[in-house]
């Protein structure tokens, strides 16, 4: 399994990105996705999840801004960040866990958000 993640890039504050990850291989309609992120000198936090059914969850401070999705299709899941916050400025990454707890990452896409 391969990740690619992609859509990142510069937008001021209040302004919106969407960020995309494809899937290479298989099994990616039975697998959940997740997106996480690292700003610079903190640690990789979770940002959304969301279930091979599309169920997602958000961490508190996107909630409401950021909707994740899945084309399972396309083998692709999304993530349309809305309302952007200097805050939100960090490298972005897919992760696929599979059903054994095998975990696979993107190589991650950086979104910065300018005040």
């Known amino acids: 399994v391969q990740l690619q993640a992609f859509g990142g890039g510069l937008v001021q504050a209040g302004g919106y990105l969407r960020l995309s990850c494809a899937a290479s291989g298989s099994g990616f309609s039975t697998n959940p996705m997740a997106w996480y992120r690292q700003a610079p000198g903190k640690q990789r936090e979770l940002v959304a999840t969301?279930?091979?059914?599309?169920?997602?969850n958000y961490a508190v401070s996107v909630k409401g801004r950021f909707t994740i999705s899945r084309a399972n299709d396309k083998n692709t899941v999304y993530l349309q960040m809305n309302s952007l916050k200097p805050e939100d400025t960090a490298v972005y990454y897919c992760?696929?866990?599979?059903?054994?707890?095998?975990?696979?990452w993107g190589q991650g896409t950086q979104v910065t958000v300018s005040s």
């Open positions: 969301i279930t091979t059914l599309g169920n997602p």
């Open positions: 992760k696929m866990t599979t059903r054994l707890g095998d975990m696979y």
